[in-house]
């Protein structure tokens, strides 16, 4: 069994920052691409930025410049470091894991869940 733990979130002031963790634990034999995505009530899950076992990245246009993602592989943890923060950015974020368990087994994990309010 695979698990992933979502941290950091919470309420926070227009120009303020944040910084998400989730970390990784379980059977797992490597993680390749991981990842943050939000979601607004109602509405679909959203790409927010993604990191690649080789450390290459990609962002959202809105959060470009802003948010800045990293991976610490041999903890099996993504962070998610939010500056900049406007009221637009509220969600509840979820983390992201493709993990290899073994020759057979891989496939797409989530983290629970945590919720960021910005107040305006």
């Known amino acids: 069994q695979v698990q992933l733990v979502e941290s950091g979130g919470g309420l926070v002031q227009a120009g303020g920052s944040l910084r998400l963790s989730c970390a990784a634990s379980?059977?797992?034999?490597?993680?390749?691409?991981m990842g943050w995505y939000h979601q607004a009530p109602g509405k679909q899950r959203e790409l927010v930025a993604l990191?690649?076992?080789?450390?290459?990245?990609n962002y959202a246009d809105s959060v470009k410049g802003r948010f800045t993602i990293s991976r610490d592989n041999a903890k099996n943890t993504v962070y998610l470091q939010m500056n900049s923060l406007k009221h637009e950015d509220t969600d509840v974020y979820y983390c992201v894991a493709d993990v290899v368990r073994n020759s057979k087994l891989r496939r797409n994990y989530w983290g629970q869940g945590t919720q960021v309010t910005v107040s305006s």
């Open positions: 990191i690649t076992s080789d450390e290459r990245t």
């Open positions: 379980g059977s797992i034999l490597s993680i390749n691409d």
